[in-house]
């Protein structure tokens, strides 16, 4: 069992600290990510030029997909290895953050947080 390895692991349990420090910030920073945006959704809205029920969608999007693959990727975690999940996780919500930021338009964006969403997901699997 994965677990009790890492219970009897004195290189794990000598960074135990850091690895919560990790685990913890990005279960924030997830968390955190899918409710921040509602705060620049006007101004979103104006600068893409989009009314705001489509602006909406930068919100529900996010919160669709993490949703949606709540079993999907509990079951991969435990398959795989919640080490690996967790990693792979955090590549994808920092690139689908990275690519936020970028003013493309609105599908851009949106497809930008499905793959934030998709590594948020990942991220929440330890």
Known sequence: MESTSFVNNPEIQKHRWWILIAVCSFTFMSTLD???????????????????NKAEWVVSIYLIVICTLLLLFGKLGDAHGKIRVFKIGTMLFTIGSLLCGFNTGLTFLLIARIIQAVGGRYDNEH
Do not use: D, E, K, Y
């Open 34 to 52: 899918g409710s921040i945006v509602n705060i620049a959704l006007p101004v979103m809205s104006s600068t893409m030029h989009v009314p705001m």
